[in-house]
């Protein structure tokens, strides 16, 4: 009977149908979309503290209220996609018990540091622009509620990105001081977001099979080259250089060539020993630890009035 249930999600797959969460799937789809959506679910939330911690020192009083909307954004971001991925049969606190021990990743990116004020330009116009270019084809992923809250996701991304670029573009106009914030930003921001969209094809484990199931609809090396494509004549328009001597028009491919990544660094990040993954990880656990008498007390409250309407 499984290989039934199983021809008629694979027919289902091949038609472009979504797959709702009561339908039947196979128990690895619904494993492997808990894992990508909770990780990205998780990056979102990990990923708000970078950023925060400009909020207390940004330039202006407009920057501050773009930057807060933007955090904001983030944690709505974060909770939409735990919503998501609990339709797959997984409770929330299951999915921060992974977070907090380690089992479950979230994005290397958010494992580097934020010294100046032009990284709230360069995360804006680098970190939000791969993200867009990653989270644009997941909006036709075949997974009917991870695919809904991307749409929403993907309209606010954009404005955090220009958000960002717009950053850049100020401090470009500004002077030599701030310039040089600016390339100093984009030089360290610049290959860990080539890293973020994940391992070369050939070492990426997952695509494969994400690609049958239509979770991914573009690979790794895709969406990085899309990147590349994408940014280049931004930072152009900037007067800014992109970090990569290697960097070059190819006229025959309509693509840029582009330099060695640094893979090892990149498996480094993932593995717990970047730069702030350490710092990271303790403001989290300190949030859940120290928010426990505020969900207590809540679950108190609700216990309470709950008595009182039965009475
Ligand atoms: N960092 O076989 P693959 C954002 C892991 S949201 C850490 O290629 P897959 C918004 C991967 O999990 C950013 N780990 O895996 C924002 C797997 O390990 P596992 C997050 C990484 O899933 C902006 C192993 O390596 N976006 O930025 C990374 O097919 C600004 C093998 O890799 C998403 O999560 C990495 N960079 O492809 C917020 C989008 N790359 O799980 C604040 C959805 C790979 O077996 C400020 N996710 N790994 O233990 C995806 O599209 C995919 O999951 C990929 C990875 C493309 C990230």
Redesign the pocket.
Known sequence: EVKNLEEIFEARIARDEKIEPKDWMPEKYRKTHI??IS??AH??II??LP?GNWITRAPSLRRKAALLAKVQD?AGHGLYLYSACETLGISREEMYEQLHSGKA?????FNYPTVTWADMGA?GWL??GA?II??VP?CNTSFGPYARAMVRVCKE?SF?QRQGYEIMLTLCKGTDEQKEMAQDALNRWWWPSL?????TDAE????EQ?MKWKL?RKS?DELRQQFIDQTVPQADILGLTIPDPDMKFNEETGHYDFGEIDWDEFWQV?KGHGPCNKERMKARVDAWENGEWVRDAAMAHAEKKANKNVA
């Open positions: 894992r990508q990780q990205h990056s979102e990923g708000m950023e983030e990743k979230y994005s290397s990116i995360i970190v939000d993200a990653n989270q997941l991304e955090h890293m973020m969209l994940g391992p990426s484990v997952h695509t994400s991914k790794n993932v």
